[in-house]
C-alpha cells in the first residue's frame, strides 16, 4: 500500500492497484496504491479511509479484461459483482446474502465482475460473459470499502485485454498505453470532483 499526497474532504481519492496503471497520472491529488486482488484493494482502502479525513469521493482507475467481443476503451462502470463468491451457497446456509450486486451512480454503465483470479481462458470468460462485461480483480471490493465508509465511489476502467488465452501477456504490452488512457480520462473527468 502507498499513499501520496494529502486527503481532504474537499477532494476525491484517486484508487489504483499498481504503479504502473498509475505511471501517467498528472495530478494534485490524493493517489492510493492498493496492490492487486480483493484483500489488497479492500483492507489497504479501509486502512486509509479510518485514520481520515475521508475524501469527496473515491475513484477507482483501473484496467479491466473484456468478457466479450468488441470491447474496447476507456468505461466508467455502472454495476459491479463478484464472480467468486458463492453467493447462492451462503445464502442457503445462513439465509444471509453475501456479495449481492452493487449498482454505481453510473448506472448506466457496463457490468464489471471482480474475483481474485486473473481471468486467461476461454472457458471462464465465457462463464463470465454471461453476466458481466468487464473483469478485474478490486473493483468490488473498493466499491465496498467505500460505501462502508459513507464515500461516494466510481469505477472507471480501461481494456487491456480480452480475458481469453494470453491475456496476460496483452496486459503486460499494453497496461502503459492504458495508463496513459486513464491519465487522459482523470484529466478531463475528476476536476469536477475536486
Known amino acids: 500500500m502507498q499513499l501520496t499526497g494529502e486527503m481532504s474532504g474537499d477532494r476525491p481519492l484517486l484508487v489504483l492497484a499498481v504503479a504502473e496503471e498509475a505511471q501517467y497520472l498528472d495530478t494534485s491529488l490524493p493517489v492510493l496504491l492498493t496492490g492487486m486482488g480483493k484483500v489488497n484493494a479492500a483492507?489497504?482502502?479501509a486502512a486509509v479511509l479510518a485514520r481520515g479525513p475521508l475524501p469527496?469521493?473515491?475513484?477507482?482507475?483501473?484496467?479491466?479484461?473484456a468478457l466479450s467481443p468488441g470491447w474496447t476503451?476507456?468505461?466508467?462502470?455502472?454495476?459491479?459483482?463478484?464472480?467468486?463468491l458463492d453467493s447462492a451457497t451462503l445464502r442457503a446456509l445462513t439465509g444471509e446474502t453475501y456479495g449481492a450486486p452493487l449498482a454505481?451512480?453510473?448506472?448506466?454503465?457496463?457490468?464489471?465482475?471482480?474475483?481474485?483470479?486473473?481471468?486467461a481462458d476461454e472457458t471462464a470468460r465465457a462463464r463470465l460473459a454471461a453476466h458481466a462485461h468487464l473483469v478485474d480483480m478490486e473493483g468490488?471490493?473498493?466499491?465496498?470499502?467505500?460505501?462502508?465508509?459513507?464515500?461516494?465511489?466510481?469505477?472507471?476502467?480501461?481494456?487491456?485485454?480480452?480475458?481469453?488465452?494470453?491475456?496476460?501477456?496483452?496486459?503486460?504490452?499494453s497496461v502503459a498505453e492504458c495508463a496513459r488512457a486513464l491519465a487522459e480520462w482523470a484529466a478531463g473527468a475528476v476536476p469536477a470532483y475536486a
Open 43 to 45: 483492507t489497504a482502502l
Open 56 to 65: 469527496s469521493a473515491v475513484i477507482n482507475l483501473g484496467t479491466a479484461g
Open 73 to 84: 476503451g476507456t468505461h466508467v462502470v455502472g454495476t459491479v459483482i463478484q464472480h467468486d
Open 104 to 119: 454505481l451512480s453510473d448506472a448506466a454503465g457496463p457490468t464489471l465482475a471482480t474475483g481474485d483470479t486473473f481471468v
Open 140 to 173: 468490488y471490493a473498493l466499491a465496498t470499502a467505500a460505501r462502508r465508509a459513507g464515500v461516494p465511489v466510481r469505477i472507471v476502467k480501461h481494456v487491456s485485454d480480452d480475458a481469453g488465452e494470453g491475456a496476460a501477456g496483452s496486459w503486460r504490452e
